[in-house]
Each structure stands twice: as structure tokens, then as C-alpha cells.
């Protein structure tokens, strides 16, 4: 998939969009409804109400880019519907696009060493 780089942060809309919602519309919803600016690169994630689809939008510097993914089995897991954004790690979102179960994925937390040998 074409992406940005890791370091992008990737935000989930936890409420179902009306998913005729293309480029305009979805940056309009980013912007009034979940009061966030749609063109910073941050990444945003839609879902449809049967969860079997999701779209995501996110600047690129020159446009918006829109992709979209429909599962033909099966149902994206997705977090409670309520209002508001979660934020996902990049593993967590490429599990999420993946149709894998991304609540299980989990950051290894690790401290950076106090001396250098």
C-alpha cells in the first residue's frame, strides 16, 4: 500500500460515516465534526456501518489522498462506537487494514540505556 512514513500519526473515527463521503467530505467531517485540521499528514480512518469497509484520508503535502478497502467475508474489529478519535500505531493500523485483530498488538516498551560501553 502506498503510505506515509511510520512516523505518522493515525487517528480512528469510532463512529460509522455515511460512506458516499468522498475527499471533500470526509475533510469537512475531520475538520467540524471531530474538530481536528485534515491537512497536517495525520492519517484519518473511517469506518462503514457494517464495518466491512473503511476509508482513510490524509494530506500529502500537494492533495488529499483517499483510500479505500472493502473485506468480502469478514468485518474490520473496531473499537466501542462512541463519539470521538483513538489514535493506533502504525503496527496496530496495518493490522487494522489487514483485517487482523489490531487490539492485540501491543508497543514493546524498552528504556534507553544510562551508559555506553
Known amino acids: 500500500m502506498i503510505f506515509p512514513s511510520n512516523r505518522v500519526r493515525i487517528m480512528v473515527a469510532t463512529k460509522p460515516v455515511d460512506f458516499r463521503k468522498g475527499h471533500d467530505g470526509l475533510a469537512a467531517l475531520v475538520k467540524n465534526e471531530l474538530r481536528r485540521d485534515p491537512f497536517t499528514g495525520t492519517v484519518f480512518v473511517f469506518r462503514s456501518r457494517k464495518a466491512d469497509r473503511l476509508k482513510l484520508i490524509y494530506w500529502d503535502g500537494s492533495g ?38 489490531w487490539r492485540r498488538i501491543h508497543t514493546v516498551k524498552t528504556r534507553a540505556p544510562e551508559t555506553i560501553e
Do not use: M
Not at 70 to 88: A, N, Q, V, Y
Open 64 to 101: 488529499i489522498v483517499l483510500a479505500y478497502k472493502r473485506l468480502e467475508e469478514h468485518s474490520f474489529p473496531w473499537p466501542d462506537i462512541k463519539d470521538g478519535l483513538i489514535t493506533l500505531t502504525h503496527a496496530q493500523f496495518e493490522a487494522l487494514f489487514a483485517g487482523l485483530d
